[in-house]
């Protein structure tokens, strides 16, 4: 079963101020990003345990025009908190490219 990273052209995490992270997944083409929509794989429950917060704080946004799927979650600290491991939240998409996706159609 392919994963996430073999059908993705870019997955990312960035803040999205102090207090929240974004996940930006964007596909090569429409093809790709309306299979990974349809398979339902990135939704708010897998994303709300992804990040280990409360599933009605996650938000998703399928952006077909961009080809492209954008969560934002809550930060669990702070960035910049003495506690915080990733001040510019960059690292935070990891252990998602090995998402199992289902295969394209031949």
């Keep these: 079963m392919p994963r996430l990273r ?3 052209k870019l997955i990312r995490t ?3 101020g102090p207090f929240q992270l974004t996940l930006d ?3 090569p083409d429409a093809v790709s990003y309306e299979h ?3 398979s339902g794989v990135i939704n708010k429950p897998a994303m709300a345990a ?6 009605s ?3 998703l946004f399928n952006y077909a025009p961009g080809n492209a799927i954008k969560v934002t979650v809550p930060r669990l600290v702070p960035s910049g908190d003495p506690a915080d491991t990733d001040l510019f ?3 935070q998409f990891g252990p998602l490219v090995d998402l199992d996706v289902p295969p394209l159609p031949a």
């Design 57 to 59: 704080r996650v938000r």
């Design 36 to 38: 990974v929509v349809a």
């Design 50 to 55: 992804f990040f280990q917060v409360d599933e």
């Design 14 to 16: 960035k803040n999205a």
């Design 6 to 8: 073999d059908i993705a």
């Design 89 to 91: 939240g960059g690292q």
């Design 25 to 27: 997944i964007m596909f």
